[in-house]
Nanobody, 124 residues
Framework: QVQLVESGGGLVQAGGSLRLSCAAS????????MGWFRQAPGKEREFVSA????????YYADSVKGRFTISRDNAKNTVYLQMNNLKPEDTAVYYC?????????????????WGQGTQVTVSS
């Protein structure tokens, strides 16, 4: 049984920073890719960032490029999302996701495992 657990969300003023963590537990997986998605109330879940586990190749949504940085710790089987210069429009529940196989890294439907999410609220 694979579990992904997000942490690091909270309240922050516009312009502030947060670092989200996603720790994998249970059976050790060989990740092809892990990523972050977010969902605001009444809106579709959208791609934020992803990383190819073995190569370190990174992908970002245009809306967060230059502000967010994704990284991973192989030994801890953990992925991080450093979020800088946060804006009110970044407010959402942020979800960690992963898959052992190749897929469309930006597609919500292309991930197999999901965490429960962590709330990020950015005040103006």
């Amino acid at each position: 049984q694979v579990q992904l657990v997000e942490s690091g969300g909270g309240l922050v003023q516009a312009g502030g920073s947060l670092r989200l963590s996603c720790a994998a537990s249970g059976h050790t997986l060989s990740w092809n890719r892990m990523g972050w998605f977010r969902q605001a109330p009444g809106k579709e879940r959208e791609f934020v960032s992803a990383i190819i586990w073995t190569l370190g190749t990174t992908y970002y949504a245009d809306s967060v490029k230059g502000r967010f940085t994704i990284s991973r710790d192989n030994a801890k089987n953990t992925v991080y999302l450093q979020m800088n210069n946060l804006k009110p429009e970044d407010t959402a529940v942020y979800y960690c996701a992963g898959h052992e196989a190749w897929g469309a890294v930006r597609a919500t439907t292309a991930y197999k495992y999901w965490g429960q999410g962590t709330q990020v609220t950015v005040s103006s």
